[in-house]
Every structure is written in structure tokens, then in C-alpha cells.
């Protein structure tokens, strides 16, 4: 049964399943000999790349020995086929055996694999740098011993871990586990900050979900969206952001980082412990880097407070320069036009790069709702001088549904999307039309295969910072007209031979 499906789903695709099967340990031998075939049959198409140069200033070294290979994996091609007939199905289609290499456009979203593999776990890192994402994120909790993990959420454990099903660690859940009943869902909230680092590292990481009809904690660990899946949901292993770094830096090719700070909720009253401040946090995450020896330019912070992003300015300006702030300021009609009009602002305050979610970015075209255009939002922070990031792609499952569900990623144009195909076309407004220099991706296969057909490299580490120790000022901004790739930071080499625009 199992060699079975193994050898069904290597059909589909070869080199995916021998990655993520090696990966898992679940390699039988017969799987083993396919992979060696397999790999043998990609070898002549897909580049190679080599360990981490030690200047790190190269984004991909792709003449290295035969020690690892990017792919992709079947997803890009499901959605390249179900596009409609035209230049951009054409474009993509040209590029099915290659160049499949890392791209810093495409950053792995709480690890880059994500949509089936549990995030922030060492599993979905080490998916999403297989799949060619070029920065990697974890997102930065603290623990009660005030050490750094990576958890999206300080207080998500109890629906992203087994920690429910730990007695001894269950018991110090800010709210333990309360059973469902006829008038009350079942509850629990479990914060990284309730137990050591060494207690969170004992935990098994799993796919966010849970079920609000459980009874016993065993139950309450399902709950999964029906696009996921719970086929790597064999504990997988949490990390620190010590453990992190070193990890992404291990993998072969260029690889860099995108740290987020989190606001902690209200259960987690700042200072913690009394004494232990947002600002001390912001300044440990940072340490974090310095103290492994992590150049600046391999690393943009995030957060989606402006004061951690302006600290980070003031008190780190070469990792302040490259701070992207995430920007979830509009999401009904009137604090859109306030978010839009807030840009300039932004920009004049030191900040480089803005990262709101892709609705943001994208609205109707006309009036019956049927073509998709860059938004209001779009254009002023190009024309504001600010480069753009965009969150976060492969999270809202089949296109057929992100109306009805009222999507949020979706939620601005929504009327003007039914099938996967569109996911291609959606990219290409973001990234043609608009210029974004990286985007977020659950899957990095999607946005990986993308970047590559086009040429999209992502931020260029280092260029935001001036030698007189200044974030690069919004008013000299003198190439923002030369072509439709308007940042003056980003390296979309533009190599798109011919490429028409497209409208
Ligand atoms: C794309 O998939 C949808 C089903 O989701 C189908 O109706 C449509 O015909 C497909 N389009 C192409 C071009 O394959
Ligand atoms: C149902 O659970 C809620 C919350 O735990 C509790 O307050 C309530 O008393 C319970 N109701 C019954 C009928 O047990
Ligand atoms: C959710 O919990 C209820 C009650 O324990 C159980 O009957 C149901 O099967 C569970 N659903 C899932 C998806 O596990
Ligand atoms: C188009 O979308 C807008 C905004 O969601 C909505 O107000 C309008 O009714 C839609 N138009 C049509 C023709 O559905
Ligand atoms: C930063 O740049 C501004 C304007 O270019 C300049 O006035 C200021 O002195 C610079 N500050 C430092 C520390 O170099
Ligand atoms: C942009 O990328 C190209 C090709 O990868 C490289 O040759 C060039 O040096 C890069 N430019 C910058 C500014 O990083």
C-alpha cells in the first residue's frame, strides 16, 4: 500500500517525492533506486548549486558539484496547464525544464512549505530552501526564559504543537484545555512564553488547526483546512532562531533571512516578566544575527509595528536599512485610503520596503469586475520610492472558492478569479506590472518557478544602506521612470527577452 502510493504519486513527479521522502526518512529501497533514476534523468536540465559561497555575494552558483537540486515539484506545472492559451501561458511553458534555481524573490513563508508541511518547523525550512526559496522566515516568540524561537504566534502552541497532549506541559498553558460542551467550543491557549525554550524544543510541531467540537485534547488536534493535509504530521521539529540561522545558512546556495517580531497579545502583557520590553526583543533579534556572524545584508526584519521597524532604524541602520514593515493598516474602505495615504510618510521616516498583503496591491479593472489592476496603494508606494513585499501567496487553497469564502487575500478582486490557471496571472500583475521584489509563498515551488521564468532575483542585500551610514533617502529616487521596474534596490534583471508588459 504504501510502496504503492510512493510509486504513484513518483509518476506525477520524480524528484519532489525523492526530496520529500528522503527528508521525512521514509525511504524504502525500491523508492531509493527510482530517485537515482530520476535524479539521473533531471541531471542535464536542472542547474546545480553549489554550498554557500563565504563572501555570500552571490545569489546562485549554478556550476557547482551535483550535491543538491532545486525543483519544483508538479504544482507549477498543474497551474501553467490550466492557464488560458496566450503569451504568459506561453512564456511559462517555455521555461518547464528549466532554469530552476534559488531566487531571492520567492520567500518561504513560515518556511516555504508550508501549505502541507507544519510551519516553522525545521521540515517546512528545509522544503521551501528544496523548492529554491532565496530567504526564509521565522517568526520570532520569546519563551519564558526569555530565549528566541520561531513560532507564528507567541500564543499558538496549543493549535500548531502536540503540547495539549503533554500533561505536564498542558498544565502550564495560560488557559488549559477545556472540553466542548452544547453551549461552549472548546478552548486552550498555549504561549511560547509558558514554558523554557528547552520545553518548547521538546514539543512537536504540527499543522495549524483545531477542532472546535472536541471533547479530549486528542481530538482537538485535527482541524485542518480540507487543501492541506496532515501527511507530514509526524513531529515535526520545532527551532530556535539560533537553530534557524544556522540551519538556512547550512543549505546550498545563497540563502538569506527574514526575521518577524511579533506583537505579543493580550495574555502577554509587555514588559513580561516585569522587566522585559518590546525594545529589548527588537534589540535581542537583532543580536541574534550579530552574534552568528550574519551580515546585515542577508537579513530583513519585519515587524508589523512601525516603532520595532523604527528602532531597528535608529539603533541598527544597516539591518534598519533593509527592515520591512507589514502593513495590515487597511483592511475596510476608509483605513484603505488612510493606509495609502499614510505611504509618503513612511518613506520619509527611513523606512525602504513596505509589505502589505497582495489584496492591497490589486483591484478591478472594470466595471463588471472582470479584469484585475494595480491599486491605489500599489502605485503611491512606487511612486512614494518604496520597494514592495507581498504576503502571502498559496494560503487560500482552490480559486474556485476564495469568493464564497470571502478569501482575505482575495478580497479586492475576488469576482475576477475561478480557476488555479490565475494564480500565474495574478503573479504577473504583482511582479510585472507592479514590480514587487519578493513575495511570500506557503508553496515556494509556485512563486520559485515564476521568479525563475522571469528572471526575478529579489532584494539585493546591502543597497538600501549608504556608506554614510543613512537608510538611501526617498528623494533620490531618479531611475523610478526607467522602466515599469521601478526600484531602485531590486534586481529583476529585466532579462525577459522581449517580454511584452502585460496589461
Ligand atoms: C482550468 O480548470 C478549470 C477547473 O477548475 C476548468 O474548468 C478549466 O477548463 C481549466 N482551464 C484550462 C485552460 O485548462
Ligand atoms: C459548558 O462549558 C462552559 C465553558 O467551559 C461552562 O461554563 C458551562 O458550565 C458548561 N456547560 C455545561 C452544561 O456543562
Ligand atoms: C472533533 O471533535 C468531535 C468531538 O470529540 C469529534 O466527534 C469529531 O470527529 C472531531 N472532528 C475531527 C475533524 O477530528
Ligand atoms: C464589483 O465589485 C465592487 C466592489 O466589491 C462591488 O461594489 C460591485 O457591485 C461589483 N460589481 C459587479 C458588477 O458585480
Ligand atoms: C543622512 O543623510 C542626510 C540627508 O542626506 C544628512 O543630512 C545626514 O547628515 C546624514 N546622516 C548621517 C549620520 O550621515
Ligand atoms: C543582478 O543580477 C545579475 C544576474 O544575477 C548580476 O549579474 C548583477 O550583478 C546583479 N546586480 C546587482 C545590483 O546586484
Not at 523548492?131 to 520570532?140: I, K
Request: include cysteine; charge should be negative; hydrophobic fraction near 35%.
Amino acid at each position: 500500500m504504501e510502496l504503492q502510493l510512493t510509486k504513484e504519486v513518483l509518476l506525477a513527479h520524480p524528484a519532489a517525492v525523492c526530496l520529500l521522502s528522503s527528508l521525512l526518512s521514509f525511504v524504502v529501497d525500491m523508492a531509493r533506486i527510482t530517485c537515482a533514476l530520476a535524479f539521473a534523468a533531471l541531471a542535464a536540465a536542472a542547474p546545480l548549486i553549489t554550498r554557500q559561497d563565504s563572501d555570500h555575494t552571490q545569489l546562485v552558483a549554478p556550476d557547482g558539484p551535483t550535491e543538491y537540486q532545486i525543483s519544483y515539484g508538479p504544482r507549477p506545472y498543474y497551474i501553467v496547464q490550466n492557464m488560458t492559451e496566450g503569451p504568459l501561458k506561453d512564456k511559462l511553458m517555455s521555461c518547464e525544464n528549466g532554469p530552476f534555481s534559488v531566487s531571492g524573490w520567492s520567500i518561504g513563508h513560515r518556511g516555504g512549505g508550508t501549505l502541507q508541511i507544519p510551519e516553522e518547523s525545521a521540515q517546512s525550512q528545509e522544503a521551501g530552501a528544496r523548492m529554491g526559496a532565496g530567504v526564509l522566515e521565522c517568526d520570532v516568540a520569546f519563551t519564558s526564559d526569555l530565549q528566541l524561537v520561531c513560532r507564528h504566534s507567541l500564543c499558538d502552541l496549543h493549535t500548531t504543537t502536540d503540547i495539549l497532549l503533554r500533561p505536564e506541559l498542558a498544565a502550564k498553558c495560560t488557559t488549559p484545555f477545556t472540553p466542548a460542551n452544547d453551549t461552549s467550543s472548546a478552548t486552550a491557549l498555549c504561549c511560547t512564553s509558558d514554558i523554557t525554550e528547552a520545553e518548547f524544543l521538546s514539543l512537536c510541531s504540527k499543522m495549524d488547526g483545531s477542532n472546535s467540537s472536541a471533547t479530549t485534547p486528542e481530538d482537538y488536534q485535527h482541524g485542518v483546512p480540507s487543501f492541506r493535509t496532515e501527511l507530514y504530521d509526524t513531529c515535526a521539529t520545532p527551532q530556535s532562531l539560533n537553530g534557524f540561522i544556522d540551519l538556512v545558512d547550512s543549505f546550498p546556495g545563497y540563502r538569506n533571512f527574514t526575521p518577524e517580531l511579533k506583537t505579543p497579545p493580550a495574555q502577554v502583557p509587555m514588559p513580561f516578566q516585569g522587566t522585559y520590553t518590546q525594545e529589548q526583543y527588537a534589540r535581542d533579534l537583532i543580536n541574534a544575527f550579530i552574534n552568528k556572524g550574519i551580515a546585515a545584508a542577508r537579513v530583513w526584519p519585519q515587524s508589523f509595528l512601525p516603532a520595532d521597524v523604527f528602532q531597528w532604524i535608529s539603533e541598527f541602520p544597516e539591518f534598519g536599512s533593509q527592515a520591512v514593515y507589514l502593513d495590515e493598516e487597511g483592511d475596510t474602505p476608509e483605513t484603505f485610503t488612510a493606509a495609502v495615504a499614510r505611504l509618503p510618510s513612511l518613506k520619509a521616516q527611513g523606512l525602504n520596503i513596505i509589505a502589505p498583503p497582495f489584496n492591497y496591491l490589486l483591484t478591478y479593472g472594470d466595471s463588471n469586475n472582470d479584469t484585475i489592476v494595480p491599486s491605489s496603494y500599489a502605485t503611491t508606494a512606487k511612486a512614494a520610492g518604496l520597494d514592495i513585499i507581498a504576503w502571502s501567496f498559496e494560503r487560500s487553497g482552490p480559486l474556485d472558492r476564495v469568493e464564497a469564502t470571502e478569501d482575505y487575500y482575495y478580497s479586492t478582486f475576488a469576482q475576477a478569479v475561478s480557476y488555479d490557471g490565475q494564480l500565474y496571472e495574478v503573479l504577473d500583475i504583482l511582479a510585472n506590472d507592479i514590480g514587487i521584489i519578493g513575495m511570500f509563498s506557503d508553496w515556494s515551488a509556485t512563486t520559485g518557478y515564476f521568479a525563475n521564468c522571469f528572471g526575478l532575483t529579489g532584494p539585493v542585500g546591502g543597497s538600501y544602506y549608504n556608506s554614510n551610514g543613512n537608510s538611501s533617502s526617498s528623494t533620490d529616487n531618479s531611475n523610478d521612470n526607467s522602466d515599469n521596474d521601478a526600484s531602485s534596490s531590486s534586481n529583476n534583471s529585466n532579462n525577459n527577452g522581449g517580454w511584452p508588459n502585460w496589461e
